[in-house]
């Protein structure tokens, strides 16, 4: 193995694919996106009470202002209830509403909603989408003869390709986490640390499906069955993960023992992507914000969600898809 | 030593469900091409010319037997730094320029960094692209890109060149220059590969040829021992063999 043509190849191949993401305006358009969340976040405007001091052992008691209203304010002061009088707007005050939370609360909670849902699911189903043809158009024998009479193995070449489009992904989510943390941070005075763990779960959950996207694309060369196929692949895993968490919560009366392992054998070998959401969840503490799946409480209230395990497996099974694209790409007849 | 050597190659393509049918495109072809040569290889369409060149590339691997390059067999892939490819119907990237597809190309042969830009240069003014060289090549005509391809196989200064159809969409300026190429080639004891149809061309510049039909050696020589001294024509000749193939 010639370690210097491998890392040649690669850098050649990252390169590429940077360049094909901005001649193919798939950059400047994802970066349009990012620039308009983040106008969005500019216009955002929270007051609030900052949050209470709390215990473990201490129940929060405090009410939104309109709530407070409905019972009597001084009432509900006289029974040593907090009256919240926060609000949050959005569109430089052209929408307002009140909020029950704190104001760092209401900030993390957007966060929350931007990062841990609309961008790791509509974000990334979108990315799966919209990168599916860079493979398989690469792939075409017309396109791809020329390259595999180069003395770069194979498997480099395919290596190369993933990682450029991984690498554009990693960009485009730390380009979009920091627009949208600093419009947010300037607007509100709140700054989340725990948001920038948003960047390593875009990327984690986009480089797991991508590496399904490559081997479809190896496998079919086609981009419909690349793009569609990881899409019903996403599908599968996140049902297969919201079912195991739900039972692993909750205990279903009976199930065979063969279905709960048939159950437990595809959690384990397929990508997990509620169980990565869940790692930014707690981080962002978002159970207090009632933004985490109820099912996710239950299995981690039995002790049966296991982060660093999921990240693991999702690991291995990126590299596992991975090589088994590499081993049929190397093996193709051009 | 041998640029090329085929040993006893035989080549199936399976198909059909479960892979159970098969189509041999080349049956036991052994043929060696000597350093320095420039060679010319023949066949009616669908003979095994594409499926011998593709083998020799490791675009596809042999059913039998083995293909060596400069005496190594042709599963080390490092031998393929040496050698320069022109294909007839090559779909480059179309968002790169001229100056990156070489840059790209080269910089995946091995060619120093350093160098790149120099040879990319240099080979863009032979080939008379240096004024498009920041154009993206989709505004390219077909010629265009076919004197692209043929600075492409280059970039690496190779030892072997081989050349598929090269001269498909070329002008009379980009045929001279590929006739250049070659002799060039020829006089440097450097090695180039023919595969072509056109017959004046394999005439004027090939050394030997082989003439492939359906999927075997048919003949193996010097263009004067096919037409027997002058007697018939390369085309009469030719066609000869091809019917003689077909039966």
New interface residues.
């Given amino acids: 193995m010639n370690i210097p043509t491998i890392l040649l190849t690669v850098r050649w191949m990252v390169r590429d694919t940077f360049r094909q993401s901005v001649s193919t305006k798939l950059f400047w358009v994802t970066l349009g996106i990012t620039l308009l969340c983040a106008a969005f976040c500019a216009s955002v405007r929270v007051t609030g009470d900052p949050a209470p001091a709390q215990h473990d052992w201490e129940i929060p008691s405090m009410l939104p202002k309109n709530e407070a209203e409905k019972i009597g304010i001084e009432k509900v002061r006289e029974e040593g209830v907090r009256v919240v009088t926060g609000e949050i707007s959005f569109g430089f005050g052209a929408m307002t509403m009140p909020s029950a939370r704190p104001r760092e609360d209401t900030v993390r909670f957007l966060q929350v909603w931007l990062a841990g849902w609309i961008a790791d699911t509509a974000g990334v189903l979108l990315a799966l989408l919209w990168t599916a043809g860079f493979l398989p158009t690469f792939l075409e024998p017309q396109s791809v003869t020329v390259l595999l009479a180069k003395p770069s193995p194979r498997w480099s070449i395919l290596l190369g390709k993933y990682l450029g489009v991984v690498g554009f992904v990693t960009l485009q989510a730390t380009l979009f986490v920091a627009a949208t943390w600093v419009a947010l941070g300037f607007a509100t005075g709140v700054w989340t640390s725990a948001y920038w763990l948003a960047v390593p779960l875009l990327v984690g959950n986009f480089a797991v499906f991508y590496s399904v996207s490559a081997f479809l694309a190896v496998w079919t060369r086609s981009t419909v069955a690349s793009a569609f196929g990881t899409l019903i692949f996403w599908l599968l895993c996140w049902t297969m993960n919201y079912t195991h968490l739900r039972m692993s919560g909750v205990p279903v009366e009976g199930i065979s023992a063969s279905s709960s392992f048939l159950l437990d054998l595809g959690y384990w070998i397929m990508p997990k992507p509620l169980d990565l959401s869940g790692i930014f969840f707690d981080a962002m503490q978002a159970e207090a914000l009632s933004t985490k799946p109820a099912e996710l409480i239950e299995a981690q209230k039995a002790g049966n969600f296991h982060p660093e395990w999921a990240v693991v497996s999702c690991g291995a099974f990126a590299v596992g898809t991975l090589a088994l694209a590499s081993y049929e790409f190397g093996t193709l007849d051009y | 030593m041998n640029a090329i050597a085929f040993e006893h190659v035989k080549k199936t393509?399976r198909g059909g469900l479960l892979n159970r049918h098969g189509i041999t495109a080349v049956s036991d072809v052994s043929l060696d091409i000597p350093i320095g040569s420039v060679f010319g290889l023949l066949g009616p369409n669908r003979a095994g010319k594409t499926t011998l060149v593709?083998m020799l590339?490791?675009?596809?691997?042999p059913t039998a037997g083995g293909v060596r390059r400069f005496g190594e067999p042709a599963s080390q892939?490092?031998?393929?730094?040496r050698?320069g490819?022109m294909?007839e119907?090559?779909?480059?990237?179309?968002?790169?320029s001229a100056s990156?597809v070489l840059r790209?190309?080269g910089?995946?042969?091995?060619v120093p960094g350093e160098n790149l830009d120099r040879r990319a240069e240099n080979l863009l003014e032979r080939v008379g692209l240096a004024d498009r060289k920041n154009e993206?090549i989709s505004r390219f005509s077909k010629g265009m890109v076919q004197r692209l391809?043929l600075a492409?196989a280059l970039m690496n200064e190779p030892d072997l060149l081989i050349l598929d159809e090269p001269t498909e969409g070329l002008d009379l300026l980009g045929r001279q220059l590929l006739r250049d190429v070659v002799r060039e080639f020829k006089q440097s004891g450097r090695t180039v590969l023919l595969v072509s149809h056109v017959l004046t061309e394999v005439d004027e510049l090939c050394d030997e040829l082989a003439v492939i039909v359906a999927g075997e050696l048919a003949f193996r020589g010097k263009p004067a021992e096919l037409t027997h001294n002058g007697q018939l024509t390369l085309e009469a000749a030719l066609k000869d063999l091809y019917l003689k193939g077909a039966k």
């Fill in positions: 393509y593709k590339l490791s675009l596809s691997q892939r490092h031998t393929l730094g050698v490819y294909h119907n090559h779909a480059f990237p179309r968002y790169l990156e790209f190309y910089g995946l042969s091995g993206p391809g492409q």
